[in-house]
């Protein structure tokens, strides 16, 4: 039985689009909301 973190949608989806966190996910969202980052920066 897969542990719960492999299972997850957003993590698979991280994978194979190349990010090293699913929470890119959650800062995309904020910043259509809040207009936080700019094209080429880095966030750690």
Partial sequence: MPRPQEADY????????GYASRAVYKL?????????????QRVL
């Fill in 28 to 40: 995309k969202a904020i910043d259509r909301k809040y207009r936080l980052f700019r094209a080429g």
């Fill in 10 to 17: 957003y993590r698979q989806k991280a994978q194979a689009e």
